[in-house]
């Protein structure tokens, strides 16, 4: 595409007059080339917070999407006397965004691409070598057993040893599991409160049932309960910090 760099830069001085400079008394004005040929301007806005001041071409781009997207071909950036301006650092990634790597940037002598004003950038094609995260092993579950998570029904179950009250419990495979017959895939361990069984459950299966010292029945699994089971009435134990 042929690039009239005189009009752009005409472009950018022209808008420049609309910058909105009165901290830096320093206008700065932009225009952009688009791949369809059409040209979108910006102008920089100050700002009483200094941090949040816009760049021109960071109106350039705003402009670029509002007015029906595409690619910046080539851009032009001009100071208050009309004078070619390199974007900044922050500018120059966003208009990488834009019109990437190929993207000519005004210049004296001569325009210079975007290759060469951001070297090594980082652009989508990074994030499309972001490994998905790695699911965490719960290091309580064995690991001929790790299959069978979020199967079958932990029961938990009051307990007695040396005259004390503990809990403990079983992981038992649901009937018709793979073609399975049920079965109890796994024994608890004992602890001195329900809590620590709780937490052994949760890292194995949703479907928790809770037997209390009398006997009596209780749901303490994920979702609303059985219609046929209470609710355990703490339903923070064995949530990790609240115990």
Do not use: K
């Amino acid at each position: 595409m042929d690039i009239d760099w005189d009009g752009l830069r005409a472009a950018a001085t022209e808008t420049m007059q609309s910058a909105y400079a009165p901290y830096s008394n320093f206008p700065v004005g932009a225009a952009g080339l688009v791949d369809d040929g059409r040209i979108v301007v910006g102008c920089n806005v100050e700002n009483a917070a200094y941090g949040v001041t816009l760049c021109a071409e960071c109106g350039v781009v705003s402009a670029l999407h509002a007015s029906g997207g595409g690619r910046l071909v080539a851009l032009a950036c001009v100071d208050g006397a009309g004078v070619a301006l390199m974007p900044c650092g922050r500018c120059r990634q966003v208009l990488w965004e834009a019109g990437g790597p190929d993207c000519l940037i005004d210049a004296v002598p001569e325009p210079l691409p975007m290759a060469e004003l951001l070297p090594h950038a980082f652009g989508a094609g990074d994030l499309a070598r972001v490994r998905p995260p790695v699911r965490r092993e719960l290091p309580q579950v064995p690991a001929g057993l790790r299959e069978y998570v979020g199967r079958g029904t932990v029961f938990v179950h009051a307990d007695s040893v040396g005259g004390q009250r503990v809990w403990t419990g079983y992981w038992e495979r649901s009937t018709g599991v793979d073609g399975q017959p049920a079965g109890i895939l796994e024994e608890a361990p004992t602890w001195p409160e329900i809590g620590s069984a709780l937490s052994w459950a949760r890292a194995r299966t949703g479907r928790i049932v809770v037997v209390d010292a009398d006997g009596v029945t209780y749901w303490a699994g994920s979702g609303q309960a059985p219609p046929e089971l209470p609710e355990w009435p703490d339903r923070t134990a064995g949530i990790e910090g609240t115990e």
